[in-house]
Nanobody, 124 residues
Framework: QVQLVESGGGLVQAGGSLRLSCAAS????????MGWFRQAPGKEREFVAA????????YYTDSVKGRFTISRDNAKNTVYLQMNSLKPEDTAVYYC?????????????????WGQGTQVTVSS
């Protein structure tokens, strides 16, 4: 089992920044693929970013490329999502997820463990 706890969400004006953190505990974290997803009201959960265990492979959805950065500190069992130049359309609940596989994937059902989510609201 892996337990994931997100933090760092909040209310920010458009153009501002937030850094989300996801602390993992339980099963060994270092080999997990880690991902961030988001879900806006009335919409399906969508992929935001993901990273393999080494940090050598990172993927982003097109709408956040150049603005968001995923990173991880395996010594701290923590993954981060730095979000810059935030837009109102980034407003959603953001979820951290872990996959026991070694291949970075974008599909929510391929992830095995999920955090409870943290709300990000961007005002215009």
């Amino acid at each position: 089992q892996v337990q994931l706890v997100e933090s760092g969400g909040g209310l920010v004006q458009a153009g501002g920044s937030l850094r989300l953190s996801c602390a993992a505990s339980g099963r060994a974290f270092v080999r997990n693929v880690m991902g961030w997803f988001r879900q806006a009201p009335g919409k399906e959960r969508e992929f935001v970013a993901a990273m393999d265990w080494s940090g050598g492979s990172t993927y982003y959805t097109d709408s956040v490329k150049g603005r968001f950065t995923i990173s991880r500190d395996n010594a701290k069992n923590t993954v981060y999502l730095q979000m810059n130049s935030l837009k109102p359309e980034d407003t959603a609940v953001y979820y951290c997820a872990a996959s026991v596989g070694s291949i970075v994937v974008r599909t929510p059902r391929r992830y095995d463990y999920w955090g409870q989510g943290t709300q990000v609201t961007v005002s215009s």
